[in-house]
Structures are given as structure tokens and as C-alpha cells.
């Protein structure tokens, strides 16, 4: 049943990934995240966990994978930053429903001599399930680590090693302090690296979640990819909305302030106003159609007194003074005619700021009907099912931050 949900996921990606129209510059631009998704992707399919070491140099990440391999496949030594760049082995054990579990060891995260730091936090970012190896109490810059990997709604496993350095007594003070110190609602495993206490642990866990941690990993790896494209897209088209926009309101600002008859301006107005919130839906990707741009502009008129009143109310009052002005001109040897120009600026001025609020509610409205128009990864992770909340509560944590962080109305023009 669960396999089938694995290959359920695996299609869905696969075809939402398809769907997803690159240009030449966003595949060259999202290269490395690219092929880590479709890395993530692969495992997914293959039903391939990974599991990623990290932690600070000289904590023992090498030897405690080694103990899980039972082999001596990874090379240790007493000098700290023996591991120079990501090293993957596989691990089998007995009785587990993945295909394969991939183990992977890093460098010390404050090791000074690491070529591409960010490369090894993304690495080990994309393992399923991580294991924070320390020797000792938490420090400072260990629990900044893993207030990342919590932000991005990763599954920690923190894992107590050399525990030979400290007495009984001292073992229990020690894990008492690192749990006063994680986050109060998280159920974060505390684990000793003794005899097969982790080997167990992680074997238990594996078998009864395992499908479910790669398959919120792949959908994770999916949504922030997603995020990235769509924030790039949005802000070249925020770009191309202010164009257009500035490009209305120089064409309105014209009309207005040189057309003398009142129908012809207001008719023009809201001509123009429709096609720009057309020209607008266009670019958003979600194009309108007549009535449901009339609609639109409609709604924001009505929601928006400013732009209301100055679509309607104040240029027809100023059209009605210039046409008094034009009627009393030769009455009056042309003199009336001397605020005719001032007035017409004035309505130059009012057109171009009525427009510019016009289009930016115009595309705010747009985006979010748009929004609606396609499903996204989000969505997906949203309709899973947790048989046990509480094992997966680090997820609702990378959820609240998307949802905080990623509303792009910043990108809108």
C-alpha cells in the first residue's frame, strides 16, 4: 500500500515537473538546483533514502557511520577536518522497505579549509532524515545549525557520541541541558551512540516512515524550486507590469489633458483602463476575457474611493470648467483661455496617478486569481495524511515559514 503511495507521489512530481516550461535562461540560472531535485526525484522513484552526517569537526560524524556500516569504510583520524568533501556509502539492514538507504558524511561545518561550505549545507539539506552528531552539550553556533535545518523543515536526529569522555551522571546532565535547549514543540530524538542504540533507532524509524520522510523531502525539494522559479519570473514580469503601466498613463495623460468633450474623455479612460488590465492579465499568464476584465475594474472602482472619484467625479468636473472656458473664450477676447493649460496639467497629473494605482491593484487582483489556475507542491504536501502528527510537526514548521516568507506581493509592481 505504501509503495503505491511512493509511486502515487513519484508520477505526480513527474508530471508536475512537466508542466513547468523553462526558458534557456532559467534552466542555466536554476542549474545546481535542477539536478538536486532531479537527483531527489530519482530516489524517490528508486525508493532510495538518504540519510545526511553533519555537525561540527572533531565530533566523530566518520566513526559513527562507520559503526552503522560495521566497516571501517571512511576514513577517520584523531586530527579534526579528516573529511575534506561529502563521501556516500550504502547502508543495508535487515527487513527494510526501501530499496536502498544512502549515508552521507560531511566535513565539520566549522572547518576552515572547505572549498564550497554552502554546497555541504545543501547536500546534507536534501538528505531525508539528518543526523546532528555532537560530542558534548550544544554550543552556540551547533544549535544556529540546527534552527536552520528546523526553519527548513527538516528531521533531525541529534546524535550523542564519545560518550566515554563523561562519567554516568555527567551523560545525564549533558542530554538534560540539549534538551532545554531544542525547541520545546518537537519531539527531536536524543540519541546515544552506544552499542546498536542508534542502529535501532534509526532501523524502526526507517521502516515504519521511511516512504513518507522521502516523500516530504521530494515534495520540499519540488515547492522551493518551485518558489525560486516563480520568484525570478515575478520579478521580470513586475519589470514589464511597470512598463506597461508607465506607458498607459503617459497614453492616458495625453488623451485627457488635449481631448475637450467630456463622453469622449470618460469613455477613453475606462477604454484604456480596459485594455491595460487586459495587457496586464496577459502578462500574468492568466488571460481575461472581456467581461471578466470589465468586472475586475468594476470591483476595483467601486473598492477604491480615490480612484473612483477621480475616474468619474473630478475629470468630469474639470472637463465641464474647460468646456466653459472654450464657449467663453471669444467673449472675453481669449482671457478665459489663460487656465485652460494649468487645468489640463492638472488632469495630466491626476490621469497618470489614478492609472498607477489602477494597474498595481489591477495586477495584485490578477496574481491572485492566477494563483488558483494551477496546483503547486504546496498544495500536495498539504494533502498528505500524518497517521502521527506529532513525528511529522516539523513540517508544519517549514509550511508557517513558506507561507510567512513567500506571498510575493514585494515582486508586484
Known amino acids: 500500500m505504501k509503495q503505491l503511495k511512493v509511486n502515487k507521489n513519484y508520477l505526480l512530481l513527474k508530471n508536475w515537473w512537466a508542466t513547468i516550461d523553462l526558458t534557456n535562461y532559467e534552466k542555466r540560472y536554476f542549474n545546481r538546483e535542477i539536478i538536486s531535485f532531479n537527483q531527489q526525484l530519482f530516489r524517490l522513484k ?25 566497516k571501517d569504510i571512511l576514513k577517520t583520524d ?22 536502498s538507504i544512502e549515508l552521507l558524511d560531511s566535513p565539520g561545518f566549522d572547518f576552515c579549509d572547505i572549498k564550497f561550505p554552502d554546497k555541504i549545507y545543501s547536500s546534507i539539506n536534501h538528505s531525508d532524515i539528518i543526523l546532528f552528531i555532537v560530542s558534548g552539550d550544544l554550543n552556540r553556533n551547533e544549535l544556529s545549525e540546527i534552527s536552520s535545518f528546523i526553519k527548513d523543515g527538516k ?18 546532565e549533558i542530554i538534560e541541558s540539549i534538551k532545554l535547549k531544542l525547541p520545546k514543540d518537537l519531539s527531536i530524538p536524543i540519541i546515544i551512540n552506544h552499542e546498536n542504540n542508534l542502529k535501532n533507532y534509526l532501523t524502526k524509524i526507517i521502516n515504519q516512515h521511511g516512504e ?10 519540488a515547492d522551493k524550486l518551485f518558489l525560486q522559479i516563480k520568484e525570478q519570473r515575478l520579478k521580470r514580469k513586475q519589470k514589464l507590469a511597470q512598463s506597461t503601466i508607465g506607458k498607459f498613463s503617459t497614453i492616458k495623460a495625453s488623451t485627457v489633458a488635449l481631448n ?76 478665459s483661455l489663460l487656465p485652460y493649460g494649468p487645468i489640463a496639467i492638472i ?67
Open 212 to 221: 513518507i520522510f522521502l516523500t516530504l523531502n521530494s515534495l520540499q525539494s
Open 260 to 335: 475637450p468633450f467630456i463622453l469622449f474623455d470618460i469613455a477613453g479612460s475606462f477604454a484604456l483602463d480596459t485594455a491595460l488590465i487586459s495587457e496586464l492579465s496577459k502578462i500574468y499568464g492568466f488571460n481575461l476575457k472581456g467581461e471578466s476584465t470589465r468586472k475586475i475594474f468594476k470591483n476595483i472602482s467601486i473598492n477604491n474611493l480615490f480612484l473612483g472619484v477621480t475616474q468619474v467625479g473630478v475629470n468630469t468636473s474639470f472637463n465641464l470648467v474647460r468646456k466653459i472656458i472654450l464657449l467663453t473664450a471669444p467673449l472675453t477676447n481669449g482671457l
Open 347 to 413: 488632469q495630466a497629473v491626476i490621469a497618470v496617478h489614478s492609472t498607477k494605482i489602477l494597474g498595481k491593484l489591477a495586477a495584485k487582483e490578477i496574481f491572485k486569481r492566477s494563483k488558483a489556475s494551477f496546483i503547486d507542491p504546496y498544495i500536495m504536501i498539504q494533502n498528505i495524511n500524518f497517521s502521527e502528527p506529532e513525528i511529522f510537526k516539523h513540517i508544519n514548521i517549514y509550511l508557517t515559514k513558506r507561507n510567512l516568507n513567500n506571498n510575493f506581493v514585494s515582486f508586484l509592481p
Open 155 to 172: 528531521k533531525i536526529i541529534v546524535t550523542l557520541n564519545k560518550i566515554d569522555l563523561f562519567t554516568k551522571i555527567e551523560l545525564e
Open 46 to 70: 528508486e525508493r532510495k533514502i538518504r540519510i545526511g552526517a553533519y555537525g561540527k569537526s572533531g565530533v566523530g560524524k566518520s566513526s559513527v557511520l562507520n559503526s552503522l556500516l560495521k
Open 78 to 99: 584523531i586530527i579534526n577536518g579528516t573529511t575534506r568533501e561529502i563521501q556516500a556509502e550504502e547502508w543495508n539492514i535487515k527487513d527494510q522497505r526501501l530499496k
